[in-house]
């Protein structure tokens, strides 16, 4: 009886509720935020919309996919600032108010995964580092001149004929973020840099994460995806098929989140129990927790996020689109 009792509580644990929030609306949703009770979905064809979690109901509508003014044809960075919205994509930053309407943009010649701190920018840019491939962190001023560089990464895979089969199906997170009013950026080794806003060093944290060794089944299982999904399925054959080299582990760190208090990173997994391990600003440990994420193939998870210690997710069932959340702490 106490056993059964045990498992019961776990389980219950682990249950995601239901928010009742109707999404009938959504086509193909990839990326969540929150910030306070506003959540920004993005869309099919570059498409956002803000729900008021609090009533459940659209507070507006904007963007779409093209080339011309206020449009892009992917889309890269997005941030919630207190009272606009930067969305980062095909050399562009477009900024919009939270009911939808159009504030500028500005053309971007290099960079990508452009977030702003403070009076500055901060983006990626590739370039050559001791002769290999690189990304580097540049910081920008408020006009998007550069300012300098305050980090490299070199990435072995960049620029070589041989690929990552799970890096290059869809980035895992983004590379810089804002935390607090420090900016993180991810070193490519399962850690990140900490840098004070004006791009200062401040410290490096590493979370302690169990490595996922890739077993030939699993790799079996991530081929699978490149052969039987629709719009990878040609590449594989006519391009990838010969140069997709796997690593002899999955990356530490499948995604994470940032509010001003905490750092949410989730490790990769591809099978098993799904975790998050929270941090506070000042990077000390505070907690694991296992987490419902729901994975729809071996590589990629229904679009999610972490806020003020609650893990959110847009899951598809049989009726649709429907938005869970989940408390990390009861």
């Not at 070589?160 to 089969?165: N, T």
Request: charged share 25%.
């Amino acid at each position: 009886m106490l056993r059964l009792l045990l498992i019961f509580i776990m389980v219950l644990n682990l249950f995601m509720f239901s928010t009742n929030i109707n999404l009938d609306f959504l086509e193909k949703p990839s990326k969540i935020l929150i910030k306070e009770k506003t959540m920004l979905i993005q869309d099919q064809n570059c498409k956002f919309i803000l729900l008021d979690l609090n009533k459940g109901t659209i507070i507006s509508k904007f963007g779409r996919m093209g080339e011309g003014p206020r449009e892009v044809l992917s889309v890269g960075s997005i941030q919630m600032l207190d009272n606009e919205i930067l969305i980062n994509g095909n050399n562009k930053i477009m900024f919009f108010r939270y009911d939808g309407s159009f504030v500028k943009e500005y053309k971007i010649i290099k960079g990508f995964d452009f977030v702003k701190l403070g009076k500055y920018y901060y983006g990626l840019e590739r370039g050559i580092v001791d002769k290999k491939m690189a990304l580097i962190t540049v910081k920008y001023n408020k006009n998007l001149k550069k300012i300098k560089n305050i980090s490299k990464r070199i990435n072995s895979f960049l620029g070589s004929k041989y690929m990552d089969p799970i890096l290059i199906y869809k980035p895992l997170g983004s590379e810089i973020s804002v935390f607090s009013n420090m900016l993180l950026v991810k070193t490519g080794t399962g850690s990140f840099k900490i840098f004070k806003e004006n791009g200062d060093y401040k410290f490096q944290l590493t979370p302690k994460i169990e490595k996922t060794h890739l077993t030939q089944e699993k790799q079996k299982q991530i081929i699978n995806v490149y052969k039987t999904e629709t719009g990878l399925k040609e590449q594989y054959y006519r391009v990838l098929k010969n140069r997709l080299k796997f690593q002899n582990y999955a990356p530490e760190i499948r995604t994470y989140f940032c509010d001003y208090n905490f750092l949410y990173v989730i490790p990769y997994r591809i099978d098993g129990k799904q975790e998050v391990i929270v941090y506070n600003r000042k990077g000390k440990f505070l907690y694991k927790k296992n987490i419902p994420l729901r994975l729809y193939n071996p590589l990629s998870a229904y679009p999610h996020c972490l806020y003020k210690e609650t893990f959110y997710q847009i899951i598809e069932n049989d009726d649709g689109w429907e938005l869970k959340k989940f408390r990390l702490k009861n």
